[in-house]
Structure formats: C-alpha cells, structure tokens
C-alpha cells in the first residue's frame, strides 16, 4: 500500500495564480484532511471531509476550497494564490467517519507550495 | 475549544541518555491524546496514542507517553535516546466526544540528540 499520496511535492506560483493540490489514499479511508503547517504554528486545519460526499471548514479555510472526488481522492484549491499562501501542505486520511472514535489520522508526504 | 501547548521548541539530549518531551493540553471532555514525529522534508508518522485505560501508553521506536489527568499533560519518553531519534516531535488532541476527528496540535519540539 501507498498510504497516501500527494502531487506536487514543489511548487511555485505567481501571485493571482491558481493551482489545485491533488491527494489520495488506499487504505479505504473515510475521513480525509488538509493542514497547512507553517514555522512556529504547528498544523493548522484547512479544510476536511468525514465521509465521501461531505465536506467541512476548518480553523484557516479562506482563500481555499475542496473537492472530495470519491472515497479516495480529496483535491484542495488555491483559485487567487497569495503570499500568505506560501506553506508546506498536508494532506491525511483516518478510517472512522464519527466522533467518539480514537482514529489516528495517516500523512501524506507533504507539498511545499512558494507564492511571488 | 481546545488547545495544545509544547513549552520547549528545542530540547536537547546526549545519545544514551533519557529524553522528555513535554506537552499540555485543554479540552472540555475526556481527551484523545497523540503523538507524531516529522523528519525532515517527510509527513507526519504516527508514534503513539492515549485513548482511555492505562496512564502509560507505550509506542513506536521504542517511545512511551504518560497521561496524567490532574496535570493536564502527556509528556512523551524514552529511555534512551539515539541520534536517529532526533526530529520534530507534535503532540495533538481531541475531545472525546468531538466533532469527526478534528485534531488540535502543537507547534512542535525539535529534538537534538547528539553523540
């Protein structure tokens, strides 16, 4: 098994410029999540999907929007990228959908994402 | 809301020697308390959890956690550290019961471990 994967691992983008954020994940995942994780913030939620079909905010999602393709896939996209915008991306996965559950969340290898 | 806080940026350990990591959370409720390790230019992997029963959860690499409630803290451990070891360590928690999953973490403690 893969885990779960992420493309682009770099990129680098102009100011106004737009870009989605591809991942996926085989492990027959429900739940799937976007951080964006910056020097002394730690991870930060953009966006998640508890099940397929749903979508969520979560604490940073202005500038942002998602797409939960299917089980497997969930996209984030940056439709006016701005240097504020300029961060290591992750995306991850957990198997259970509902709260009460001790789900460990599994990581993507990350996206470093530059915005000039 | 819920919070997590790593007083340590950086904590360094001779090889061989313990290492402590130390993290503080606040959640309404009984938490759900992890541990991850991020080296470098890689995703987080996950290392260890405390759901519920024993204080003393036990994980990967040979890396242990103690919960301990009155303290509001979950300190990671390990005997005896080793240069591999060293990496950026995050704790994160969530309320149990909570909204699906969301996680809370911290911003982090790198740990040195030098010969």
């Known amino acids: 098994n893969a885990g779960v994967t992420q493309t682009p691992k770099f990129q680098v983008l102009k100011t106004g410029q737009s870009m989605t954020l591809q991942c996926a994940q085989d492990?027959?995942?429900?739940?799937m999540y976007w951080y964006r994780q910056d020097p002394g913030m730690g991870l930060r939620l953009i966006y998640y999907?508890?099940?397929?079909?749903?979508?969520d905010k979560g604490e940073v999602p202005n500038g942002y929007n998602v797409s939960r393709l299917n089980k497997r896939e969930f996209s984030l996209r940056l439709e006016s990228a701005a240097p504020s915008q300029t961060s290591v991306y992750f995306c991850?996965?957990?198997?259970?959908?509902?709260?009460?559950?001790?789900?460990?969340?599994?990581f993507g290898p990350g996206t470093r994402l530059t915005v000039l | 809301a819920q919070s997590v806080a790593q007083p340590e940026d950086q904590v360094n350990v001779a090889e061989g020697n313990p290492l402590t990591v130390k993290c503080t959370y606040s959640v309404s409720g009984n938490p759900y308390l992890f541990w991850y390790v991020q080296y470098p230019n890689r995703g987080l992997q996950f290392l260890l959890k405390y759901i519920t029963g024993d204080n003393l959860v036990k994980g990967s690499y040979g890396f242990e956690a103690e919960f301990n409630k009155s303290q509001t803290s979950f300190h990671l451990k390990k005997p005896s550290a080793l240069v591999s070891d060293s990496a950026l360590y995050f704790c994160a928690v969530r309320a149990n019961p909570g909204t699906a999953s969301k996680l809370t973490f911290g911003t982090g403690t790198r740990l040195q471990v030098t010969l």
């Open positions: 991850a996965s957990s198997l259970l959908p509902i709260a009460g559950a001790g789900d460990t969340q599994y």
């Open positions: 999907s508890a099940s397929e079909g749903t979508t």
């Open positions: 492990m027959n995942h429900n739940s």
